[in-house]
């Protein structure tokens, strides 16, 4: 199970910089062109739902099992709340 915990973990840290390049979508020139920017962009906008939608899936088949989650409650609402905001943003708002 320290395979979930490090996704979930890992989907936490993407849906951070998810929420990072939607700031920078809505204001211009907030960083400097670069690596850094470009990593963000990356991790944040093109990795993000996959990792979230697998840590979640995840989740779900564990609670399905009857097994208890070996994450914070916290980490599972948290990442279960961005994954319906992206959902919202990439489906219902690109249309």
């Given at each position: 199970m320290k395979g979930l915990?490090?996704?979930a973990r890992l989907a936490l840290i993407?849906?951070?910089l998810f929420g990072f390049c939607l700031v920078m979508q809505r204001v211009h020139d907030f960083m400097p062109q670069g690596?850094?920017?470009s990593t963000i962009i990356v991790l944040g906008w093109f990795v993000a739902p996959f990792v979230?939608?697998?840590a979640n899936l995840w989740?779900?088949?564990?609670r399905i099992l009857g097994k208890p989650l070996p994450?914070?409650?916290w980490l599972a609402i948290s990442n279960l709340l961005i994954l319906v905001l992206q959902f919202f943003v990439y489906f219902i708002l690109a249309s």
């Open positions: 915990l490090f996704l993407c849906n951070v690596s850094v920017k979230n939608l697998a989740f779900l088949s564990v994450i914070p409650g």
